[in-house]
């Protein structure tokens, strides 16, 4: 599908001069534009933090501290930290050979890297039932050699790179492709082996819109509900990771631990989005400086 | 042709990393889908579909992805407009935020969205002095979604206001046009192909969501069950075929939505004659 | 033979960009590639240098086939059309590249990289440079820094694919001169793509012209311009006049005009036959019984020059068929001044030289008439 255009990326900005309008008009606009962000947006932030310490701070500080918590908080570093190398080195290895070669069933490869920002996390989940399920094609194999993988980590960092997959490779190819590669082939014209000139050339490029895809593949990584849901079993203490820690709590109506404990995942997305800004602009700086 | 010998290295090795990565997990899992679904025979097939709480289930999940789509193509335009076009303090930080959706976990923006629209909720208490139960209803459900789907519409159309010529605009107002027309004839045309982008991945993304959807759902049988969530009912029932048939009807049929919306895409593109 | 290209060819589905190259260049040479956008002539520098593999033929460098070589040992230096510099790397870091990545034991130690990158950073003037990075040079610059990180290695050719492509006309005309004193200092084998044939002609001390994927021609300037070998060598290279017309009895004849061709042609066989003629080539006359009849339809001053537009005058209804319907004459200026010519008037035409080719596609003028 090619409407998976990287959506990712916000346009690049250039502040112009403030359009000529009448002014009631652009008045209404823009309140009516910081509403919507304040009404959809803000507003949950906000909410998220007052529910945390409606029980005072004591009720927050026992929930974090928690020791299924604090489990739950190692599952999804784990996760995060085996998924995210993982996706990164792949999708180095996609937009390259994406952006760099012409071969055929490029244009397939690509939909199908693509394809998981189209599939319900849900369905993420399902198909790794199916196939390492207790009544799956491979589930009984594995379980039998004392390597379960579903209602396991294997099956939670599977269903999570099945998610994640599109984050750095989507990133990467555009910005690949728009660079060119007569740099590289500079390179290897004075006679840099394939290693240098990855480490000399390639890698400085690419590194900010690297570090881009590599931030919301972590976000997902961490916060991915639907597809770990599925696959994850909600064994406590053992296969829960934060997001369905925060739903236990949630459905077993401790509201305020659920929130203290969402709170660490929105405090996850704040940082998220403040690394991403300070990407942005500084890409934005050397897509100036590229093209200057 | 001669891709046996290249100037760049490489090519081999990560066209065998992709290919098998992928092939790992995207193309077996969901070749795993469709041979699952094929040991059914078409009369349990169209058993499985035809039951009405399966059917109800993707009556709410269309209706609710598409109005929340729809809806997000006025908001989202917007606040994209207002982004791009209109000095704003702060605008560095608002535009930022539009991202929150994308890098919010689903699970935090479902049991918050809960919480501000049930009835003695923050914002759940004006509608309901109106009469108007949101938390637990579609209207709920549609309301998760404007969240989810939100910066799909914004980040589609920003780049192309951005890149508007603004002397087609000086051209259409010194020709007589009013401001109205202007953006009517003038802005909004070349702004069609990308809201139709923006309005098709929100609508996908709104049809498989799960996370933000299911606490505010209720999850109702006949009223506000989602598909995902019924899929994973009969996952949690062990009903294998059964969840393996509703994931596959689904994914065809967001496939099919899509191909609609790329050629429909595609369409205003030739007629307006823009990329 | 410095390089020697043997039968090469290379297709790209359905479109064949090399036809069958034969080419070879001597040591020390300045050579230029010349032809319009799409002929080839990129895709042979980037086959010789290795960036392109052909799909039949060989590529000797010093006698050894190199087809199938890696680049690095062929000792090949490549300036890119848009110079490719690394932007991240201070201007000194580009110029250090192709010695730092060596293999450590063919790696100068640091004090000869310094030495060997300020060195040639002299040599191409803009040592006051090494600290700044690429996005703040001028496009001139840029051009010799790329220019230098190519001659750091030590190349045993350089090879440069449109080197003076993406400069202001003015940047343009210095550096050509440059490029062409720097060889002069180097006398390194040189080769250079270019659809400029005023820079081919300005820098090189061989042209090869191409077109459609084959060599039309390979000469001095003196000689593509003079002798041109192909109908294609004469309009691309400098600007020409062509007639339509029949070779008859020593003349050429065009539409009542008949223009006498040179004693030793005079024998030819008669037939319909192009004649081409430079500009410069045809002298304006006030004679009163001129034989070939003009009117002056257009003057353009060029400068140091005139470049004057007539078409032919005649009584039959068949005039001399002229391409486009008018001939391009160019004057000194003194020449020019002297005539004081007029828009409009009617003058007589002299031509000095026209040359042809013998067209296959041309039928004898017996079986013709």
């Known amino acids: 599908m090619s409407t998976t255009q990287n959506i990712l990326r916000p346009a690049q900005r250039t502040d112009m001069a403030p359009a000529e309008s009448i002014p009631w008009v652009r008045y209404a606009l823009s309140t009516l534009a910081l509403l919507i962000i304040a009404l959809f947006l803000i507003l949950p932030l906000v909410a998220v933090l007052f529910e945390a310490f409606r029980e005072g701070v004591g009720a927050y500080v026992d929930a974090i501290t928690d020791p299924y918590t604090g489990h739950a908080i190692l599952l999804t570093l784990i996760t995060a930290l085996i998924c995210v190398p993982l996706n990164t080195l792949f999708g180095i290895a996609a937009a390259w050979c994406i952006a760099r070669f012409q071969f055929p069933g490029r244009s397939l490869l690509t939909t199908l890297i693509d394809l998981p920002f189209s599939v319900s996390p849900v369905i993420a989940g399902l198909v790794f039932i199916l196939i390492f399920g207790s009544q799956g094609w491979f589930g009984g194999w594995f379980a ?9 980590l294997p099956g939670i960092v599977l269903a999570t790179m099945f998610v994640t997959l599109p984050f750095v490779a ?31 050339i390639t890698l400085p490029r690419i590194k900010w819109g690297l570090l881009y895809g590599i931030i919301l593949c972590n976000a997902r990584a961490m916060g991915e509900f639907g597809a770990v849901s599925v696959v994850s079993g909600h064994i406590r203490g053992a296969t829960n990771t934060l997001p369905l820690h925060v739903e236990i709590l949630y459905n077993e109506y401790q509201f305020s631990a659920a929130f203290a404990v969402a709170t660490l995942l929105a405090g996850l997305a704040i940082v998220t989005l403040i690394i991403k800004s300070i990407v942005e602009w500084r890409q934005q700086r050397q897509w100036e400086n590229a093209s200057s | 042709m ?57 009556r709410v999940s269309f209706s609710t992805a598409f109005a929340a789509a729809f809806l997000n193509l006025f908001l989202g335009l917007i606040v994209a407009w207002v982004l791009v076009r209109y000095p704003l303090p702060l605008k560095r930080a608002w535009d930022s935020l539009i991202d929150l959706p994308f890098a919010l976990p689903t699970a935090v923006a479902g049991i918050v969205l809960t919480t501000l629209y049930s009835p003695n909720g923050w914002l759940g208490q004006f509608f309901a002095e109106l009469g108007i139960r949101v938390a637990f209803t579609p209207l709920g459900i549609t309301i998760a979604l404007i969240f989810i789907g939100l910066p799909f519409v914004v980040r589609t ?51 498989g969501e799960y996370g933000s959807v299911i606490f505010i759902a209720g999850n109702m049988p006949m009223k506000s069950e989602i598909v995902p969530l019924l899929i994973v009912t009969k996952l949690e029932q062990y009903n294998y075929p059964g969840a393996t048939v509703i994931a596959l009807a689904s994914l065809v049929v967001a496939f099919v939505m899509l191909l609609i919306i790329n050629g429909l895409q595609q369409w205003t593109r030739q007629r307006t004659g823009r990329d | ?53 052909a799909d039949s033929g060989n590529i000797l460098l010093e006698g050894r086939d190199m087809t199938f070589e890696p680049i690095r040992h062929r000792q090949v230096g490549f300036v890119f059309q848009h110079y490719a510099l690394f932007n991240h790397m201070s201007v000194f870091e580009n110029v250090a590249y192709g010695l730092r990545v060596r293999p450590r034991a063919q790696r100068p130690p640091e004090a000869e990289i310094r030495r060997r990158v300020h060195e040639l950073l002299d040599l191409v003037q803009l040592d006051w440079l090494a600290k700044r990075f690429p996005p703040q040079l001028s496009g001139g610059q840029r051009q010799r820094i790329a220019l230098a990180r190519a001659l750091a290695v030590e190349p045993r050719y350089l090879l440069l694919d449109e080197p003076f492509g993406a400069l202001d ?15 002069e200092e180097l006398h390194v084998t040189s080769l250079f793509v270019t659809h400029d044939q005023e820079e081919a002609m300005e820098v090189a001390s061989r042209i090869v012209v191409m077109n459609h994927g084959r060599i039309e021609q390979v000469g001095t300037p003196e ?75 257009h003057v353009q001053p060029m400068g140091s020059s005139y470049h004057v537009e007539v078409t032919p005058v005649t009584d039959t209804v068949q005039g001399p068929q002229v391409e486009n319907d008018y001939l391009t004459v160019e004057l000194t200026r003194q020449a020019f001044k002297a005539l004081a010519l007029e828009v409009g008037e009617v003058v007589g035409i002299r031509v000095h030289h026209l040359h042809w080719f013998h067209q296959e596609t041309a039928p004898a003028l017996e079986e013709a008439v």
Request: proline share 6%; hydrophobic share 45%.
């Open chain 3, 1 to 53: 033979m410095s390089i020697q290209v043997n039968h090469l060819t290379k297709r790209y589905g359905d479109f064949t960009a090399l036809d069958d190259i034969d080419l070879a260049i001597d040591d020390g040479e300045l050579v230029a590639l010349l032809g319009p956008s799409g002929c080839g002539k990129t895709t042979l520098l980037r086959s010789i240098a290795g960036m392109e593999f």
């Open chain 3, 223 to 297: 000689t593509v311009y003079d002798y041109p070998a192909t109908p294609f060598v004469s309009t691309f290279i400098g600007s020409v006049n062509v007639l339509h017309g029949t070779l008859r009895d020593g003349h050429f004849d065009t539409g009542g005009w008949h223009l006498p061709i040179p004693d030793a042609d005079a024998n030819l066989r008669s037939r319909r036959q192009d004649a081409f003629v430079r500009p410069h080539d045809i002298e304006i006359v006030r004679a009163p019984d001129t034989p070939w009849p003009v009117r002056i339809r």
């Open chain 1, 144 to 152: 039998g050699h004392g390597f379960p993988i579903i209602f396991a």
């Open chain 2, 2 to 58: 001669s891709q046996r010998r290249s100037l760049l290295p490489g090519f081999g090795l990560s066209l065998g990393v992709t290919v098998f990565t992928v092939s790992l997990l995207v193309l077996i899992p969901l070749l795993a889908l469709v041979t699952k679904s094929a040991e059914l025979s078409l009369g349990e097939l169209w058993h499985t579909l035809a039951d009405r709480r399966v059917l109800a289930a993707f």
């Open chain 1, 170 to 200: 989507r990133e990467l190819i555009p910005l690949m492709q728009e660079q060119g590669a007569e740099q590289e082939e500079a390179s290897i014209m004075l006679g840099a082996s394939a290693w240098r000139m990855f480490w000399t």
């Open chain 2, 157 to 207: 159309v920003e780049p192309v206001l951005q890149d508007l010529d603004r002397q087609q605009e000086e051209a259409s107002t010194s020709l007589g046009a009013s401001r109205w027309q202007t953006f009517r004839r003038v802005l909004l045309p070349p702004l069609v192909p990308a809201l139709l982008t923006g309005f098709s991945l929100a609508f996908a993304r709104g049809l």
């Open chain 3, 169 to 183: 006309a003015s940047v343009r005309k210095e550096l050509r001169r440059w490029l062409r004193r720097l060889h």
